[in-house]
């Protein structure tokens, strides 16, 4: 069964370092998303990526976060200077369409940051 | 007010009971209903989609209540591979883009 594949697994940073977390969506899916779970807190959205370019991004993406797609496999999340507060799990997922009724996210397993 | 609120639980119950959540939401335009499960320190994983006429996947079925603006998920004979956080998620459409809400999670714990 294929999956969204994330690296690495774990990664740890000093405070305003610059990180980029990796992933690799389904191979046939369209639509890219990055979330993020601090521990014990809920799963919150970040941002989306559709056609080379963000479709949606919340509040918590501000401009020390950026995406890219470098090239037809890879799907990255760059936090330019992180900070104490970024210590999460970051989530990728990829959906064949936009995510409605009948299409889902696939999640890959998550990348723990923490951030000293 | 939150847009997906959920009571986070924990509900512990007997092997073989029958439980079930729900989820309020507050957007009147949110159009698609989830229900994922997530195990401590692992991803996501879908459980099932809700659909307006309810729909029933074995022992888990999923109802959706538009005029009062929740969702429930009901799991019969429970078994103790159920315990894990059931996540709500709801996703609104605006202007072809979409945005994501979870739920913070009802942790289900199954006891012998």
């Known amino acids: 069964e294929p999956e969204v594949t994330q690296t690495p697994s774990h990664q740890v940073t000093q405070m305003g370092q610059e990180v980029i977390l990796r992933c690799v969506p389904i191979?046939?899916?369209?639509?890219f998303y990055w979330y993020r779970q601090i521990l014990g807190q809920k799963v919150e959205f970040l941002v989306s990526?559709?056609?080379?370019?963000?479709?949606?991004k919340s509040e918590i993406f501000d401009d020390q976060f950026s995406v890219e797609r470098p090239d037809g496999s890879n799907f990255t999340l760059k936090i330019r200077s992180t900070k104490l507060e970024d210590s999460a799990m970051y989530f990728c997922?990829?959906?064949?369409?936009?995510?409605?009724?009948?299409?889902?996210?696939?999640f890959g397993p998550g990348t723990r940051l923490l951030v000293l | 007010r939150k847009e997906v609120e959920q009571d986070p639980g924990p509900f512990n119950v007997p092997e073989g009971a029958t439980v079930a959540f729900n989820c309020t939401y507050s957007?009147?335009?949110?159009?698609?209903f989830f229900w994922y499960r997530q195990d401590c320190r692992k991803e996501p994983k879908l459980l099932m989609s809700?659909?307006?006429s309810g729909n029933e996947d074995g022992r888990f079925t999923a109802q959706l209540n538009r005029a009062s603006q929740y969702i429930s998920l009901l799991i019969r004979d429970s078994k103790l591979s159920d315990s894990a956080t059931y996540l709500c998620?709801?996703?609104?459409?605006?202007?072809?883009?979409?945005?994501?809400?979870f739920g913070t999670g009802t942790k289900l714990q199954v006891i012998p």
């Open positions: 997922a990829s959906s064949g369409k936009l995510a409605g009724v009948r299409e889902t996210q696939y």
């Open positions: 191979s046939n899916h369209l639509y």
């Open positions: 990526f559709y056609n080379n370019e963000i479709s949606e």
């Open positions: 957007n009147s335009a949110s159009q698609s």
């Open positions: 809700v659909y307006s």
């Open positions: 998620v709801v996703i609104r459409y605006s202007g072809g883009y979409q945005k994501v809400t």
